[in-house]
């Protein structure tokens, strides 16, 4: 199963693009790359999948090069409300997930 | 949005009782899962399953047991709780295939005193 790497804490301020890049030096040749995204006490919600170049959703872009060993989250002009913390999942382990620490972001006004 | 629904959503009790956490999904998902994850901490799955009757352990070890009797159901119990079992506890659902999402409840979080 890849690992990923990501940073544990972002901050920026309202109305900036944030990206949030992840590292997943052993992906597999199947392995898709999956965002989710937690706000405290609530269950993590599904962001943005894609398996290479770049995908768009309404709520972010997601962009993955040529080797995909790396992928980058985009969130267009954040809000306070995308104070959250963003995971980084790569691959499946006899279909479970496996959770990393994530990236805390927090927006400023 | 997702229809998975966990009851309940914050539960008090005493050491020694027992607790069912309740988890119904209404997609028809077959593949459904339990994580647990402390505060500030990431997920970690103890229970899975792949459809009906199909219960599997996760990687992290838990005293906790659950069944899948109906698709849309899947409950975990504890039987006698301590306050180590104290965390919250997340359930999720997907379709089939690998690539597919996972849809998650909003959590019960346990307090054990």
């Known amino acids: 199963l890849a690992k990923t790497t990501q940073p544990i804490s972002m901050d920026s301020y309202e109305g900036q693009e944030v990206n949030i890049t992840c590292s997943h030096n052993?992906?597999?040749?199947?392995?898709?790359i999956t965002w989710y995204q937690q706000f405290p006490s609530q269950g993590p919600r599904f962001i943005i999948q894609g398996y290479k170049t770049k995908v768009t959703n309404e709520v972010a872009s997601l962009f993955i090069p040529a080797d995909r060993k790396s992928s980058t989250l985009s969130l267009p002009r954040v809000s306070l409300s995308d104070t959250a913390v963003y995971y980084c999942?790569?691959?499946?382990?006899?279909?479970?997930?496996?959770f990393g620490q994530g990236t805390e972001l927090s927006v400023k006004p | 949005e997702a229809d998975i629904y966990q009851t309940p959503r914050y539960l008090v009790i005493g050491t020694g009782k027992k607790i069912t956490l309740e988890c119904s999904q209404t997609?028809?998902?077959?593949?459904m899962y339990w994580y647990q994850q402390d505060p500030g901490m990431e997920l970690h799955l103890i229970h899975y399953s792949y459809g009906v009757n199909s219960t599997e352990k996760g990687d992290l070890s838990s005293e906790s047991t659950v069944s899948r009797i109906r698709t849309e159901h899947f409950p975990l119990t504890l039987e006698s709780a301590r306050p180590s079992h104290t965390s919250q506890y997340l359930c999720?659902?997907?379709?089939?295939?690998?690539?597919?999402?996972?849809?998650f409840g909003d959590g019960t979080r346990l307090s054990i005193l």
């Open positions: 999720a659902s997907s379709e089939g295939t690998d690539d597919q999402p996972q849809h």
């Open positions: 999942l790569v691959g499946y382990e006899g279909g479970k997930l496996i």
């Open positions: 052993n992906i597999a040749t199947n392995d898709y």
């Open positions: 997609m028809g998902h077959d593949k």
